[in-house]
């Protein structure tokens, strides 16, 4: 195999009729969409500028007029649900959920557009770019936040961006109400087996949501809530409990983690818009999926 093609045939089939495809008409003649999507990733997993894509791609405004095309169209994410819909058919995802987020450092050249700081996201939809282009100033400067929740296996299921000071548990709402995976006959499954998250998402919310729907929480309780519980006496409600065989498998996100940061150009944000990144977030998602469904190691 090439090092220039990032994707096995197996891989490929499992994605090739669900992007653009020639429209018939007369034009421009229409671009090879495996070798434009395999220039994608390879910018993104050696994290280079656009400009310095390799000549074997082709034009590099036309790998990126794909790239921000598709990302304005939602075309990753339409592809993560079928491909989550067909391994929930065929038994491969774990219900356990786990949920956590990760600090991608903002390159200077990813900052350098107006933002208004502070200014929220709309996560209903995820196609319109926020604000602050999920750019924020945490402990170690500009920086994005990348919520994930994933299955027992560590596969992607849900993949939200927020400015980089932004705090977890506030996140975890807009998550679930992005789990929707689609199945054959009825409704779309939104609801997990149990969810594992570190301390962080320990709050009467959270707790409240998942104890009103019927999922397991396997969430620790910080020593704060603990000692205000203690002090309210019976009025304080009973101790948390926590599955603590369980919530051993919360690691499986932490190694998602260190997938995507393998892509240089996810572990650093070198791009001005937030719905461009996040495509390829979802994209790195994607190519999880397909190796699973494909078998490829």
Known sequence: MSRFQMLSDAQWSLIEEMLPRPTGRKGRPFSDARLMVEGIIYRYRCGIAWRDLPEVFGPWQTVWTWHHRMAVEGTWDKVLATLTAAADEAGLVDWSLSVDSTIARAHQHATNT??????????TNL????????????????????????????????????????????????????????????????????????????????????RARGIKAVIPEPS???GHRKRRGSRGGRPVGLDAADYKGRNVIERRYCHIKQWRGLATRYDKLAVVYRAAVILNAVIAWTRQLSDTP
Do not use: C, W
């Open 114 to 123: 107006k933002r208004l700081t502070g200014a929220g996201s709309n996560y």
């Open 127 to 210: 196609r319109v770019e926020p604000l602050d282009h999920a750019v924020g100033r945490s402990r170690g400067g500009l920086s994005t936040k990348i919520h994930q929740l994933v299955d027992g296996n560590g596969l992607p299921l849900v993949a939200l961006l927020t400015a980089g000071q932004a705090g977890d548990s506030p996140m975890f709402l807009p998550l679930m109400g992005q789990l929707r995976v689609v199945r054959p006959v009825g409704r779309p499954r939104t609801r997990p087996d149990a969810i594992r998250g570190d301390k962080a998402y320990s709050s009467r919310a959270i707790r409240g949501h998942l």
């Open 224 to 226: 704060d809530q603990q």
